[in-house]
């Protein structure tokens, strides 16, 4: 039998973790002798007796043939470290995983990548920001690797499949257990063009401690990890702390100063995490040989919050008077009624009247019931 299958049966065994597969292998130990082990020898090398009893009574070819056959049935393909093509960018890391399971191209483990991750409850800002930086990034070249996680990893994928770009989404449940269940969908819409991926076996459900680990895969198969929106508490800063301790870069978009989403961005910028305001902040930074990185929309000097110069909005060609600017800055925190936007603006009716008119007509806000209005 090949190693790369005894791997994979060590990995799927219960009760055998990361660290289990690591004591084994950087002992005196060939994985085909694994096959031939009694419970003694488990325990001789190192295991635990639990554990030991539980291989003795599973761990053998013919268990290791039906998960073999399992896995092929289901379409899924695997990944070992022992494998050619296993992604060298995540050999580089600190904790590797030792098994990957994938659903798509698998081609896309060895493309330039970036991370882009953020809040789950991101602000109409975070939403809007995250398209448009995962459609300019995809279309310079680039894959955008995420979690699949409600929020602003649904964002970047989504934005990144209409762009025609090339996404991954790396999951913290089994390949075939797709988190959140809403985006049933969109998995396998990224499926049909790019891959999904996870090291956890088939079959595996969502339980705590999952999602984080995962994270340091997002983070190892990347160059760089962008956090779009992210407050204080986001679980896309632990994929940030996993990004530096891979070695890899950091970056952060700058949200407005009064928003609690952003805090933790800010904080990362704070702690030395480079600023992106455009993509061409983060594609300098590397000095990538990308084939389309120049037909950028956006260029240095130019970026996404230079509206106050170019007299635009947050997306060129929606061109914003300085008085519309400051109503959609205050829209983007969240909904407000006619009487709080009159409170905060000190400007008479007749004036505010007629500039939230010609943000609905510009398609840029939109009137709720009760005279409140949100950012689109």
């Known amino acids: 039998m090949e190693e790369r299958w005894i791997l994979i049966g060590l990995h799927e065994t219960d009760g055998i973790g990361k660290k289990t597969i690591s004591k084994l292998l950087s002992g005196q130990h060939q994985l085909t002798d694994f096959l031939d082990y009694k419970e003694g020898d488990w325990i001789a090398a190192g295991l635990r007796k639990d554990q030991a009893v539980r291989l003795t009574k599973q761990f053998n070819i013919d268990w290791i043939e039906q998960r073999q056959e399992s896995v092929y049935k289901q ?3 695997v990944v070992t470290y022992l494998d050619h093509n296993y992604p060298i960018l995540m050999k580089e890391t600190v904790q590797p995983p030792w098994v990957m399971y994938g659903r798509g191209d698998l081609n896309l483990l060895h493309a330039q990548s970036i991370a882009m991750v953020g809040t789950r409850m991101p602000t109409v800002y975070g939403r809007k920001i995250g398209e448009k930086l995962a459609e300019q990034l995809c279309q310079a070249g680039l894959t955008i690797v995420s979690g699949l ?6 964002v970047c994928h989504d934005a990144t499949l209409r762009a025609n770009g090339k996404t991954i989404a790396v999951f913290g449940t089994g390949i075939d257990n797709i988190y959140p269940p809403e985006n049933t969908s969109l998995a396998e819409r990224i499926a049909e063009t790019g891959l999904l991926l996870s090291e956890y076996p088939p079959g595996t459900r969502a339980r705590q401690g ?7 895969i997002i983070a190892g198969l990347t160059l760089g990890t962008l956090v779009v929106e992210a407050d204080i508490r986001s679980g896309s800063l632990i994929t940030a702390d996993a990004a530096l301790e891979a070695g890899r870069d950091v970056f952060a978009v700058p949200g407005p100063i009064t928003s609690p989403k952003s805090r933790g961005s800010h904080n990362l910028i704070r702690q030395g995490a480079k600023l992106v305001t455009c993509a061409t902040d983060l594609l300098e930074e ?16 130019r970026s996404a919050e230079s ?9 060129p060609g929606v061109k914003l008077s300085s008085d519309e600017q400051r109503v959609i800055y205050l829209l983007e925190q969240e909904e407000q009624s006619l009487d709080q936007l009159v409170e905060q603006l000190n400007w008479d009716f007749g004036h505010l009247h007629s500039v939230l008119l010609s943000l609905i007509i510009k398609k840029q806000i939109s009137q709720l019931p009760g005279t409140k209005y949100a950012r689109v």
């Open 75 to 77: 379409g899924i393909e």
């Open 149 to 154: 996680a409600r929020g602003i990893d649904s």
């Open 210 to 216: 999952l999602f984080p680990e995962r994270n340091r």
């Open 286 to 301: 590397f000095r990538l040989d990308l084939p389309n990185a120049e037909q950028l929309p956006y260029n240095r000097g």
């Open 307 to 315: 509206s106050e110069t170019s007299n635009e909005g947050i997306f």
